[in-house]
């Protein structure tokens, strides 16, 4: 358990690598999110990855503060472990631009302390 967390840490850590100085990182073109919900379903993510890319067993939380769109791209395109890739021929990017908007459209989760079954 310990070392797979490990090799998802340094996964995440990898995908994250950010453009070079300098170089402003290439914004998403852009999408729709409720496009990109029907296209999230329709190619699998949330069969990994939840229907709100919440996560799970099977892959990482992907919402709701996505990884930035090149990052995004590039793991989703080449992927490290195992999960499949997703070529371009597969889902466009233009598809992927309308998941990337739906990611980005989740709401954050509730503060713990305004729930009030967790409250002592
Ligand atoms: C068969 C399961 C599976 C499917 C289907 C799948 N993924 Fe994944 N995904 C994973 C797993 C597992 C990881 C964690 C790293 C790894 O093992 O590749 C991951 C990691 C990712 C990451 C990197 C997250 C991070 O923080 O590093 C992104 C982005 C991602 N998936 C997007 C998608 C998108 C978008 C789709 C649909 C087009 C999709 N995935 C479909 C299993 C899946």
Redesign the pocket.
């Known amino acids: 358990m310990l070392i797979a967390a490990l090799v ?1 840490a340094g ?2 850590a990898g ?1 994250q690598t950010q453009a070079p100085a300098g170089q402003a990182a290439p914004a998403a073109p852009p999408g729709n999110a409720e496009t990109g919900k029907k296209l999230f379903v329709a ?3 949330y ?3 939840g229907y709100e890319g919440q996560g799970g067993s ?3 939380r ?1 919402a709701p503060r ?2 930035p769109w090149a990052a ?1 791209s590039r ?2 395109r080449r ?6 890739p ?1 070529t371009e021929k597969v ?1 466009p990017d233009a598809d992927l631009a309308h ?1 990337y908007a739906y990611l980005q459209s989740r709401p954050a989760a509730a503060a713990p302390a305004s729930i009030p079954l967790l409250q002592p």
Do not use: E, F, K, S
């Open positions: 998802l996964t995440v995908a190619n699998g993510c069969q990994c990855h099977a892959g990482a992907l996505p990884l995004l793991y989703v992927p490290a472990n195992q999960m499949p997703y889902l998941i």
